[in-house]
């Protein structure tokens, strides 16, 4: 492929114009912020580093500040030493200049506190009332913080002096928004007292991926697919995210989780969601979302006692990956021997709407499988006369992939006839990849969503209607693999348990990803 000034020849964003850049992004104003747990690892690893590579780059307004809240034996000084390091290791950030470095880190400010201690936070309120005294700054909160902290720590900002008025006040509050439909109802009660919806972001990073968005532009950028996006052409669906890691450092946190809560609750509804969804009135944050919670309404209830009947749920023994052995859950750190966590599902599921009705939709989720993929599989009907019947092998009907990670692409799977053949017809792919494509890294997840957060688009954070109507949906799944003990193994490095299999398979279908 021929190269130009670092960009492939046929790449068109050679000719984007600087509209592409939305407003709001532009209009960034200056801001203040607070990261309780800022000093955790999430904000370590991922939240510190992106903000920096964003500074970098200059896509951070002139005037910002960082304040990190937090119980850790630190000041000011020792926390930009620890960060210091974090930006040394990460991977988000390039080269940057010592210049750059020292600059970012004299912005970052360490505030010490328990979450319980009300005297804590009006100490942050001082600090946060002496960095904005020359501004007017945006505050924006982050609670970077385990997710059973996240009541009392809006409690608590509820009963304190900061600042919490619409007109320049945000918060960020990462997944998982509640355990249930119950706590997810009462974290949303507590939030709404404080912080009116337009100023809550809730953060499933899975919706700043490049490729998940880029779902709703392959759909409704090209005519040519939309006329077919429905019952009367589509077969089914089917939605994949498979990890080959385990719980590796995270037993607890997987432990009070599991794979329902962890993905398929969130991240895969949500894929689901864009997939499934009825073109918006326009690309702005309500009418997205609008139409995105209209899907997950229309998620066909499974009652308790259904679930063994449409879902399948299972945990990896010991196995090997890319010839590696590896250990069973129950082996790893901080996961008791009996544990009956699942670490797989799958499920077939159906949306009682009139785009979708009759067309079944599974999905499957797990760790330790074969592979890391996430993909989205449309696999559409077969032609309503089998001109080609003779032949001996099945023909395979026209499937539709977007492969969302690791490798990005968009392929259509159909049959040709098979040269020198008589009637023999072969799959073959045609293939269009990212990468292939398009010279450039894209900003990450993170990134994205805070620089969204920033100006003030919500088209791509979770709102409140939609978290309810997903844990609605989710509840019967998760109490009832949670209570029944009936988990199946499987062992590392296999597809999930053999049932997940038998299962699509006793519906004349089987699994598109493998
Ligand atoms: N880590 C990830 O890769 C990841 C990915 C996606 C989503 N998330 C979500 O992001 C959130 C943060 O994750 P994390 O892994 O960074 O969590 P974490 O390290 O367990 O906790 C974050 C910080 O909160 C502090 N903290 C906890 N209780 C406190 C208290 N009572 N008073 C003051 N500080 C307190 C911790 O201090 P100590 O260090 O002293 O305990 C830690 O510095 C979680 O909700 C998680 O589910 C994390």
């Given amino acids: ?214 779902i709703i532009f392959f759909r409704f950028a090209n005519s040519i697919f939309e006329p077919l996006w429905n019952r009367n052409h589509i077969d089914s669906i089917q939605i994949t995210v498979a990890e080959s890691i385990g719980v590796e450092h995270r037993g607890r946190f997987y432990e009070k989780t599991g794979v329902i809560r962890d993905i398929f609750q969130n991240h895969m509804l949500q894929v689901l969601a864009l997939v499934a969804m009825e073109p918006p009135t326009s690309f702005k944050a309500q009418q997205v979302r609008d139409e995105k919670v209209k899907v997950l309404r229309s998620l066909r209830p499974v009652s308790f006692q259904d679930v063994p009947s449409v879902s399948v749920a299972g945990q990896y023994t010991a196995g090997t990956i890319e010839g590696v052995q590896v250990r069973a859950y129950r082996q790893e750190e901080n996961v008791p021997p009996d544990s009956i966590v699942p670490s797989f599902f799958a499920a077939r599921l159906h949306l009682d709407n009139w785009r979708w009705a009759g067309v079944p939709i599974y999905v499957r989720s797990g760790k330790r499988l074969p592979r890391r993929v996430t993909e989205v599989v449309i696999k559409f009907k077969q032609p309503p006369l089998k001109l080609f019947k003779d032949d001996c092998i099945p023909l395979d009907s026209t499937s539709l992939v977007l492969t969302i990670q690791p490798d990005e692409r968009i392929q259509i799977r159909m049959g040709v006839k098979y040269p020198e053949s008589a009637n023999l017809i072969v799959p073959v792919d045609m293939s269009f990849k990212y990468n292939d494509f398009f010279d450039r890294t894209y900003v990450g997840p993170y990134e994205r969503l805070l620089r969204d957060c920033l100006g003030g688009d919500q088209a791509l954070f979770v709102r409140q209607d939609a978290v309810e109507a997903s844990w609605q949906f989710s509840d019967p799944f998760v109490e009832w693999w949670e209570e029944c003990g009936c988990l199946e193994m499987y062992p590392s490095g296999s597809w999930g348990p053999d049932s997940s299999r038998t299962f699509i398979e006793r519906d004349g279908r089987r699994w598109e990803t493998n």
Wanted: a neutral charge; proline letters at 5%; one cysteine or more.
């Fill in 1 to 214: 492929m021929s190269r130009n000034n670092g960009r492939s020849a046929q790449d068109p964003s050679r000719n984007l114009v600087p509209c592409d850049v939305s407003s709001d992004y532009r209009d960034a104003r200056p801001f203040v912020f607070v990261i309780f747990g800022g000093a955790g690892d999430l904000s370590r690893r991922k939240l510190l580093p992106t903000l920096f590579s964003m500074y970098v780059r200059k896509n951070l307004p002139e005037q910002f500040e960082i304040i990190a809240f937090g119980r850790q034996d630190l000041d000011h000084i020792r926390y930009r030493q620890m960060i210091k390091t974090a930006l040394e290791q990460s991977d988000e950030v390039g080269s940057p200049t010592a210049g750059q470095v020292e600059s970012f880190l004299q912005r970052l400010h360490f505030a010490y506190g328990h979450f319980e201690d009300l005297g804590h936070y009006n100490d942050l309120n001082h600090l946060i009332a002496r960095l904005s005294r020359n501004y007017r700054m945006d505050i924006v909160y982050y609670l970077s913080i385990p997710s059973t902290l996240y009541n009392q720590v809006t409690s608590t900002i509820e009963d304190s002096e900061l600042p919490t008025n619409p007109e320049n006040t945000k918060i960020i509050i990462e997944k998982p928004f509640g355990r249930n439909l119950s706590t997810a109802l009462e974290l949303n009660r507590t939030v709404n007292r404080v912080f009116r919806e337009e100023q809550v972001f809730r953060m499933d990073h899975y919706l700043g991926k490049e490729t998940v968005q880029n």
